[in-house]
C-alpha cells in the first residue's frame, strides 16, 4: 500500500519566501536594529554611546569586535561618525527555506550514497544544526550525544514550535531502529550540537546566526548546518564565517528558494558551502536557486524525515487493494473510513446516494469546502477530490473543519479511479512523527551529514580538504563541468572517502573548472574552489 506524509496547519509558518518586509529590521519604537563593528578595544565606550542615545544592545559579538544593538534612526549618523566605530550596517533578516508537503529509507540517503558507507567512527565528529529546535525525545532521534544550550530569545533547545529543525537532524542522524527514517549518520555515533535560533515564526538576524556560529565552534562542531538564509549579505556575517573557516569549521547553507538567480546568504559567502535541491529523478528543483556561488547540490524535494511528535501528517488512500499517491487537505478530520467508491461528479449538491460510501469529486466550480460538505450532506464517510489539471492536488477547507477525511489526489489517479467505482476504498488521514518537506533546507543537512561522515574516514584532513573532495567527487549533473545549477554536482559519501584514500588529504582539485586550492573563483565561473576566497 502506498502511503504518503503530508502537511499539518502547525507547519504553515514553515512555508517562507527569502525575501521580508523591511518593516522586520525595526526593532519597535521607530528604532533601527543595527550591528556596529568598533575598534578593538573600545566596546565598553560604543556602549555607553548607545545608551546615551537611547538604544539598546541585543547580541554581544565581542570576537568579532561587533554587537547588535537597536537605536532612533536619527541617532545612526552620529554612532557611524564615533571615531571608534567601523562599521554600522543592517542586522539582516536571516530565516528558515523550505515549504512542507512510509517510514523507510528516503530515496536521499541512497542518492547520496550514505547507504555504502559506515558511520562507526562518527563519534569523532560533531555537527552543530542551527535552526529552530530539537524534539529531544522523538522516537527516531538520538538522545545521546546531543548537546545545546538554553536561548533566552527562544527558548530551550530540545523543543522545536516550528518543525523545521527537527526534520534537518532527522536527515542528518535519524536512528536505523525499524521506526520510521534512516537520517545520513544513522547509528547513533555522530555527536549533534542544536543552536535555537528560530521561534515558531522562523526568522531572525544575521547577529543571531553569527552568535550560533560561534557557538558551534566553541563547542567543537567541525560541520555546521545552515538550512537558513536571506536575501541580503552582511559584512560582519561574512567576517564571522571566513573566521571561524580558518579555525577549521566547514559551514554549509541552503542556496535559497526563490528559483532565480539571486544570492543568498549566508550561503553565498566564499567560505560556506552553498547546497541547491535535486528531486528524486536528479533534476534541479524549480524553487532552487542557481547562482555562481552554488558548490554542491542534494536532494530537497518531498524529504521525508522526522518532525515534532504528533504534528505530521500521514495520508493513505487504497482502492481495491491497489495504494494512490494523496494529499491530505487541511481542515480534513483526522481519521480512517472505509467504503464503496462513488462518483459524485463536481460536487455541488448533495452527493446522491453516498451513504457509508467514499466520495469521488472532481476538482473545479466550488472550493474544496463546499465538496466535502456535499459529501457529508449525502451520508458520505471520506471525500477524495481530483485534479481538473496535470499534477497533484494540495488543497485546504480554510476556515471549515470536515467530519471526515478528505484527500487530493492527482487527474491522472482520478482518471484511474473513475474506472473503479464501487470498490472498497479506504482513506486514511492520520497524525505521525515524520513529513515530507521541499526546499533547499532540505538539501543542505544531506550536504552536512555527507561532509561529517566523509571526514570521520579521513580525520586528519581540513575542513577545505573535506570541501575540495566533495567537489571533485561530486555526480556531475547539467552541464558538464561546474554550473549555477547543480554547482560541482550531487555529493557523494563513497566516492568522496574512496576519493580522499587514492589522493591523500590534499587530493582535491577544486572541481572540473574550480578555483585554485586557495578557494579563487575558477575560470569562466568556475564558482568555489577548495576553500574560501581570501
Not at 383 to 406: D, F, Q
Request: negative net charge; charged residues 15%.
Amino acid at each position: 500500500m502506498s502511503k504518503h506524509f503530508a502537511k499539518s496547519g502547525s507547519f504553515a509558518v514553515a512555508a517562507l519566501a527569502l525575501a521580508v518586509s523591511s518593516a522586520v529590521v525595526h526593532a519597535g519604537n521607530d528604532k533601527e536594529r543595527v550591528i556596529v563593528q568598533f575598534k578593538p578595544g573600545s566596546q565598553a565606550q560604543i556602549e555607553k554611546a548607545v545608551q546615551r542615545a537611547g538604544g539598546n544592545k541585543h547580541v554581544d559579538l565581542a570576537k568579532f569586535d561587533a554587537m547588535a544593538v537597536s537605536l532612533p534612526a536619527a541617532a545612526l549618523n552620529g554612532l557611524r561618525n564615533n571615531p571608534n566605530v567601523v562599521l554600522v550596517e543592517e542586522d539582516t533578516p536571516r530565516q528558515l527555506l523550505s515549504s512542507q508537503y512510509e517510514p523507510g529509507t528516503p530515496y536521499g540517503i541512497t542518492q547520496v550514497q550514505a547507504d555504502l558507507v559506515s558511520d562507526a567512527a562518527a563519534g569523532s565528529r560533531k555537527v552543530c544544526i542551527i535552526d529552530s529546535g530539537y524534539d529531544l525525545g522523538h522516537p527516531d532521534l538520538p538522545s545521546a550525544g546531543v548537546t545545546g544550550r538554553y536561548d533566552s530569545g527562544t527558548g530551550n533547545w530540545y523543543t522545536d514550535e516550528n518543525g523545521h529543525g527537527t526534520h534537518v537532524a532527522g536527515t542528518i542522524a535519524a536512528l536505523a531502529n525499524n521506526n520510521g527514517v534512516v537520517g545520513i549518520l544513522p547509528n547513533g555515533n555522530v555527536n549533534l550540537h542544536i543552536v535555537k535560533v528560530f521561534t515558531a515564526s522562523g526568522w531572525g538576524y544575521s547577529s543571531s546566526l553569527i552568535a550560533a556560529a560561534d557557538q558551534c565552534a566553541t563547542e567543537g562542531a567541525q560541520v555546521i548546518n545552515m538550512s537558513l538564509g536571506g536575501s541580503r549579505a552582511n559584512r560582519t556575517e561574512e567576517r564571522a564565517f571566513r573566521q571561524l573557516n580558518d579555525a577549521g569549521v566547514l559551514s554549509i547553507a541552503a542556496a535559497g528558494n526563490d528559483g532565480n538567480t539571486r544570492h543568498s546568504y549566508p550561503a553565498s559567502y566564499d567560505s560556506v558551502v552553498s547546497v541547491a535541491a535535486v528531486d528524486s529523478s536528479e533534476t534541479i528543483a524549480s524553487f532552487s536557486q542557481q547562482t555562481d556561488q552554488v558548490e554542491l547540490a542534494g536532494p530537497g524535494v518531498a524529504v521525508l524525515s522526522s518532525v515534532p511528535r504528533g504534528t505530521g501528517e500521514k495520508v493513505a488512500v487504497t482502492v481495491a487493494g491497489t495504494g494512490y499517491d494523496a494529499n491530505g487537505m487541511d481542515g480534513s478530520a483526522r481519521t480512517e473510513a472505509t467504503g464503496s467508491l462513488t462518483d459524485c461528479g463536481i460536487g455541488d449538491q448533495a452527493c446522491a446516494g453516498a451513504s457509508g460510501a467514499i466520495c469521488l469529486i472532481e476538482r473545479g466550480t466550488i472550493s474544496f469546502a463546499e465538496k466535502v460538505q456535499a459529501c457529508e450532506a449525502g451520508g458520505g464517510v471520506g471525500a477524495i477530490v481530483y485534479n481538473n489539471e496535470s499534477g497533484p492536488l494540495l488543497g485546504t477547507l480554510g476556515e471549515y473543519s470536515a467530519t471526515i477525511p478528505a484527500v487530493g489526489i492527482s487527474d491522472v489517479d482520478g482518471a484511474a479511479l473513475l474506472g473503479q467505482l464501487g470498490s472498497s476504498t479506504t482513506i486514511s488521514v492520520v497524525d505521525s512523527d515524520w513529513a515530507f518537506f521541499d526546499g533547499t533546507s532540505m538539501a543542505t543537512p544531506h550536504v552536512a551529514g555527507v561532509a561529517a561522515l566523509v571526514w570521520s574516514h579521513h580525520t586528519t584532513c581540513t575542513n577545505n580538504d573535506i570541501r575540495a573532495a566533495l567537489q571533485a567527487s561530486a555526480k556531475d549533473l547539467g552541464a558538464a563541468g561546474r554550473d549555477n545549477a547543480y554547482g560541482y554536482g550531487l555529493v557523494q559519501a563513497k566516492a568522496a572517502v574512496d576519493f580522499i584514500t587514492a589522493n591523500g588529504c590534499g587530493g582535491g582539485t577544486g572541481g572540473d573548472t574550480g578555483g585554485d586550492t586557495d578557494g579563487g573563483k575558477g575560470n569562466n565561473g568556475g564558482g568555489k574552489g577548495g576553500g574560501p576566497k581570501k
